[in-house]
């Protein structure tokens, strides 16, 4: 039998083979490209609850035009925060980076909508930020570009959402349930991160709902008597 110097290390008992450590590794990135997809699913339900209750609004808008005003606003930080979260899978993937390499894009049709429906959420987003601020010699202009927008927002994000409604239904409970909780860290991290964008765009909207009002008066300011609460005879 072989003799070891005292002090010395006996192979493949103390130290990590290298195997050991490549599926090591791999496992860390498996993990931190499920948890950017928990993380992207779970905002993209949220988005699609307050999108539904936007379109809602559409309906009356007139009427509802506060509420329009505080869910557009509403809809601005979960907006930015999974742009972050795609645009973060989609630099690792470019960069090279081995779990997102072999995780792969997205079917090519929705790779290349991507950048369709970033463009044009944000279009939608500033221009209705805009409006509320807009310059009556503006005030056209920013609205009928708002309108567009939409227009064209609507039929991107549309193909958008069909081609990811599978996936985004699979992947975004997981970190609410139990069992599948616990299989990535960072859950709680994740919930926080979504609630803490909602509450940043709660504290937007309650910032920004009266310029619904002062929009509303500079398009069709009211009656000097209904301004005063004076019923007409």
């Given at each position: 039998m072989g003799h070891f110097a005292p002090g010395a290390a006996r192979p493949n008992a103390t130290l990590p083979s290298e195997d050991d450590a490549a599926r090591r590794a791999r496992a860390r990135g498996a993990a931190g490209v499920e948890a950017n997809a928990r993380l992207t699913g779970m905002t993209a339900v949220a988005l699609l609850v307050l999108l539904a209750a936007e379109g809602l609004t559409i309906l009356r808008i007139w009427p509802l035009l506060s509420v329009h005003v505080f869910i557009g606003m509403l809809l601005v930080p979960p907006v930015l925060l999974k742009i972050g979260s795609t645009f973060y899978r989609f630099a690792r993937y470019y960069s090279g980076h081995p779990a997102y390499r072999r995780k792969g894009p997205p079917p090519a049709l929705l790779r290349l909508l991507g950048p369709v429906v970033v463009l044009l959420s944000v279009s939608v987003l500033a221009t209705g930020i805009w409006l509320l601020f807009a310059s009556p010699s503006l005030r056209?202009?920013?609205?009928?570009?708002?309108?567009?927008?939409?227009?064209?927002?609507?039929?991107?994000?549309?193909?958008?959402?069909?081609?990811?409604?599978?996936?985004?239904?699979?992947?975004?409970?997981?970190?609410?349930?139990?069992?599948?909780?616990?299989?990535?860290?960072?859950?709680?991290?994740?919930?926080?991160?979504?609630?803490?964008?909602?509450?940043?765009?709660?504290?937007?909207?309650?910032l920004l709902i009266n310029r619904a009002a002062t929009y509303r008066n500079a398009v069709n300011p009211p009656h000097p008597a209904a301004a005063l609460g004076v019923k007409g005879r």
């Open positions: 056209s202009t920013v609205l009928f570009l708002h309108k567009a927008s939409f227009v064209l927002w609507f039929i991107a994000m549309t193909v958008h959402v069909l081609g990811h409604i599978v996936e985004t239904t699979r992947l975004a409970p997981r970190d609410f349930y139990a069992r599948t909780r616990r299989q990535v860290r960072g859950a709680g991290l994740r919930q926080w991160t979504l609630a803490a964008a909602l509450a940043v765009g709660f504290l937007l909207g309650s």
